[in-house]
């Protein structure tokens, strides 16, 4: 069975630092992997995807995730962090059957002015 | 959440009583799915569908049905079987469902059990 993990509850940074939201998988054969933001009492906004080719997949609002096929981790990144990327983050993974999805319990980005 | 419209935002049910969440979507797409969401426990499927008038149970499915008379629509009715159902319930919807196809979703129905 397939499964996603994100180690952190909560992730702190300041405005203008970078900021890293870790994700880790479990699947069989190749990962078809996905970042998605929560703004409160919102639906899910797809930020980006890795499906195949390069390990540097660059997504919506300048947000940026690694592949890495080793660790098996699919880290969200941002050089520079904005008050307004406050919000849930979620990793998923999607499966073979029927498209379904795995979601990581969720990461909560804070950034302080 | 462009595309994908879900009514009502907060819905409001006593107990014994049956509710339908609705969602509609204009994006052509042939699979649609709902979700629940609670705190710190991320998303679980509830109901997909790959196709008009046939859909399959997630993994917790009971409480729940559905049904997909039509392309774009996929109502959800949270029966009086479904012992804990406040929660925030989520519905999307891919192009197809191969993996790489992405799921956009709905921006959510709130429901609370009085």
């Known amino acids: 069975a397939q499964s996603v993990a994100q180690p952190e509850d909560q992730v702190n940074v300041a405005e203008g630092n970078p900021l890293t939201v870790k994700c880790t998988y479990s699947v069989s054969g190749n990962p078809y992997l996905f970042w998605y933001v929560q703004y409160p009492n919102r639906g899910l906004q797809f930020l980006l995807k890795?499906?195949?080719?390069?390990?540097l997949v660059k997504g919506s609002y300048g947000f940026e995730a690694e592949f890495n096929k080793s660790q098996t981790s699919f880290h969200l990144k941002k050089p520079s962090a904005l008050v307004s990327d406050s919000a849930l983050y979620f990793c998923?993974?999607?499966?073979?059957?029927?498209?379904?999805?795995?979601f990581g319990d969720g990461t909560t980005l804070t950034v302080k002015p | 959440d462009g595309g994908i419209t879900q009514s009502p935002k907060y819905l409001f049910r006593k107990e014994g009583q049956n509710v339908t969440l609705s969602c509609e979507q204009n994006?052509?797409?042939?699979?649609m799915y709902w979700y629940r969401q609670d705190p710190g426990q991320g998303l679980r499927l509830i109901y997909y569908?790959?196709?008009?008038?046939?859909?399959q149970k997630g993994d917790i499915a009971e409480g729940y049905s559905v049904s997909r008379e039509k392309k774009e629509s996929f109502p959800l009715t949270v029966t009086s079987a479904q012992k804990n159902p406040t929660a925030f319930y989520l519905c999307a919807s891919s192009q197809g469902t191969s993996r790489g196809d992405t799921q956009y979703f709905g921006p959510g129905t709130r429901l609370t059990v009085l």
């Open positions: 998923a993974v999607r499966d073979t059957n029927a498209g379904k999805s795995t």
């Open positions: 890795y499906i195949t080719g390069d390990n």
């Open positions: 569908s790959q196709i008009v008038n046939d859909f």
């Open positions: 994006l052509n797409h042939d699979a």
